[in-house]
């Protein structure tokens, strides 16, 4: 997967370079420790042929929120960064991608907490709608972190060390993912999405407390809503997960994704008559229907709400 080339722009820090020019700091606190935050999120060409970025607001303020979190500096406005990250698309000429900002902390090799944070914005092409083949998925021999040891909530840097480990061992046990509980054994989440599944034509879903309760996440409910699809959030295990009729993933780079089988038991439904395919089909129209881009407005209708 090639990220970038001469041509790329990278937002850095309120400017627009060159991203094989772009230079970081090698004594940054964020590449020794794993102290940064960031975000993943998408735009998508809509059916007016527009660039739209999906839930742009949502994904900031969870990215001011996250910094937040692990005491970073956030000199940074929501309404600033969606602009910039619009100009960066058209700079790259881009429309359905991948956008990820990160916030970085400058040189410090003490564990002081710093008086100022960096802003990086990186995007680059992804087609919309990857997910069609159904996954193969293991429960990992690695729980998600503690959160009395993490701030678990927060999408920082370090927690995603956890996401590499579990995604490897799944990989090379043969799996195409990883399933990971929470410390008392019960389902929690994927190395990088949120996790459903159907029983008795109703939704289930972990609570939030040892999750990234994450946008996408929303989103399912949303639409579940509107289409008088029951969910329920609650704890269960793996093996409740066994006994069910279909389960998927869902996060914004994976969007809606369906399960064959956990632990090699398949699921009992096919995909195609499950709950999981109506969302699937209702989240790929919701991503590519959204209006016009009134972001500013949008924005300022939240601060006065
Ligand atoms: N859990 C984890 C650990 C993730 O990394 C992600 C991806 N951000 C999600 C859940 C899904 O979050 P979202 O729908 O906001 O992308």
């Given at each position: 997967m090639q990220y970038y080339n001469e041509n790329t722009i990278l937002y850095l820090n309120g400017e627009f370079v060159k991203a094989s020019e772009a230079k970081t700091d090698f004594y940054s606190q964020s590449l020794h420790y794993g102290y940064a935050v960031f975000e993943g999120i998408r735009s998508y060409r809509n059916v007016n042929g527009e660039t739209i970025i999906f839930k742009e607001v949502e994904h900031y303020e969870r990215l001011k929120n996250s910094a937040l979190l692990m005491n970073m500096p956030f000199p940074f406005s929501t309404e600033e960064l969606i602009e910039a990250t619009y100009e960066l698309l058209d700079a790259n000429n881009l429309q359905d991608a991948y956008i990820r900002p990160v916030i970085y902390a400058p040189?410090?090799?003490?564990?002081a907490q710093n008086t100022t944070s960096y802003i990086m914005i990186a995007v680059w092409e992804m087609s919309p709608f990857l997910g069609e083949k159904l996954l193969r998925v293991m429960t990992s021999s690695f729980q998600r972190p503690n959160p009395k040891g993490f701030k678990i909530e927060a999408k920082a840097s370090g927690h995603y060390v956890n996401s590499l480990l579990a995604s490897h061992e799944a990989k090379a046990n043969g799996y195409d993912e990883a399933l990971l509980t929470d410390m008392n054994d019960n389902v929690a989440e994927g190395p990088g999405a949120n996790v459903f599944f159907e029983k008795d034509g109703k939704l289930i879903t972990p609570s939030t407390g040892?999750?990234?309760?994450?946008i996408t996440r929303a989103t399912v409910m949303e639409i579940c809503n509107e289409l008088n699809i029951p969910v329920e959030e609650k704890l269960f295990t793996t093996n409740e997960m066994k006994d069910s009729d279909a389960a998927f993933f869902c996060g914004t780079a994976a969007e809606v994704i369906g399960w064959h089988s956990l632990d090699d038991v398949?699921?009992?439904?096919?995909w195609s008559e499950s709950l999981g395919k109506i969302v699937q089909e209702a989240y790929k129209n919701v991503v590519v229907n959204p209006?016009?881009?009134s972001v500013v407005n949008k924005y300022e209708g939240m601060i006065v709400e």
């Open positions: 040189a410090n090799m003490s564990f040892n999750i990234l309760p994450g398949p699921f009992k439904k096919p209006v016009t881009r």
